[in-house]
C-alpha cells in the first residue's frame, strides 16, 4: 500500500536525482534548424495587418541542465528542466541587423514541461518555451560635445502545449533528448520584435525627441523544425558498395568477353 510517506521518500529521490543530473556534464550544442512563417506583422506605429513572410531561423540548443523539479505521485509524474543558454540566428527578408557590430547584451532561455498521469496511465502534457534577447545600448560623444544614444533590441520567442490522452508511460522525464524530441512533433508559436530607436542630444541645450527606425517591427506565426538530412544507414552503405562491385565486375567481364 502506498503511504503519503512513500511519496514523500519518492519525491525526496526523484529530486534529488534531477540536482545531480543538472550538475552533470554536457554534450555540445545542438544546431537546428527552423522553418519560420509570418502572418501578422506590426510596423513601430503598432499598425499590423496580415502577412505572408517566410524566414529561416538557426536554433542552437545547449543540452546542460542548470535547474528544475520533478514530483513522482501516485497519480501523476511532473518534471521540468531548465537549460542553458540558448541561441537564435534570423536569415529572411525581415530583420535589422547590429547596427554598431558592438558587443550584445544577451539573455536567454529555454525550459520543458513534462505532466504525464498514472491513473489511466497515458495522458500526456508537455510544454515547451524558448527566448533569445540580444541588445544594445550605446552612447556615443562626438567633437562638438553632441551626443547620440542608439539602443537596437531583438526578441525572440517560441512557446507551444501539446496535449496527449495516449503516449504516456507514466513516467516523465525532461532530459535534453526530450526537449529535442517535443521540438520536432509540432510547430510552436513564434513572435519576434526588432527595433532601433536613436535620439540626439545638444550639451547645455535639449535631446531631441528619440527616432524609431521605419524598418522596425513585431510579428508572430509559426515555426517548424526542420528534420536534418537522413544519414545513410552502414547496412545501407555496405549494400550500396556491394551492388557497385559487383557492377564493376561484370563490365570488368564483358569487356574481357568481347577482347
Not at 537549460?83 to 534570423?90: D, P
Not at 508537455?126 to 556615443?140: E, F, G, K, V
Not at 490522452?165 to 507514466?170: C, F, I, V, Y
Request: charged fraction near 15%.
Amino acid at each position: 500500500m502506498r503511504t503519503p510517506l512513500h511519496a514523500l521518500a519518492t519525491v525526496a529521490v526523484v529530486a534529488l536525482g534531477s540536482l545531480i543530473f543538472a550538475t552533470s556534464a554536457a554534450a555540445a550544442p545542438i544546431t537546428l534548424q527552423f522553418a519560420v512563417h509570418l502572418d501578422r506583422l506590426c510596423d513601430q506605429s503598432a499598425n499590423c495587418q496580415e502577412a505572408s513572410i517566410d524566414e529561416s531561423m538557426t536554433y542552437i540548443f545547449d543540452d546542460t541542465i542548470t535547474g528544475g523539479y520533478a514530483f513522482d505521485l501516485s497519480n501523476m509524474s511532473i518534471h521540468r528542466s531548465d537549460f542553458a543558454s540558448a541561441s537564435t540566428t534570423m536569415s529572411g527578408p525581415l530583420g535589422i541587423p547590429n547596427p554598431s557590430g558592438g558587443t550584445e547584451t544577451s539573455t536567454s532561455d529555454a525550459w520543458l514541461y513534462v505532466l504525464e498521469g498514472r491513473d489511466p496511465i497515458g495522458s500526456e502534457i508537455a510544454q515547451l518555451s524558448t527566448s533569445h534577447n540580444r541588445q544594445i545600448d550605446q552612447l556615443t560623444t562626438f567633437g562638438d560635445g553632441s551626443t547620440r544614444d542608439l539602443l537596437w533590441v531583438s526578441q525572440i520567442q517560441m512557446f507551444g502545449t501539446r496535449r496527449s490522452d495516449t503516449g504516456g508511460d507514466g513516467f516523465a522525464s525532461t532530459t535534453a533528448a526530450d526537449f529535442v524530441r517535443e521540438l520536432g512533433l509540432n510547430s510552436f508559436f513564434f513572435a519576434w520584435s526588432n527595433s532601433l530607436r536613436t535620439q540626439d542630444c545638444i550639451p547645455g541645450a535639449f535631446c531631441g525627441e528619440s527616432v524609431t527606425d521605419p524598418r522596425s517591427f513585431y510579428a508572430t506565426g509559426t515555426a517548424t523544425l526542420v528534420p536534418p538530412p537522413a544519414v545513410p544507414e552502414p547496412t545501407s552503405m555496405l549494400l550500396l558498395a556491394t551492388g557497385l562491385a559487383g557492377i564493376m565486375c561484370k563490365c570488368r567481364a564483358r569487356s574481357g568477353s568481347s577482347a
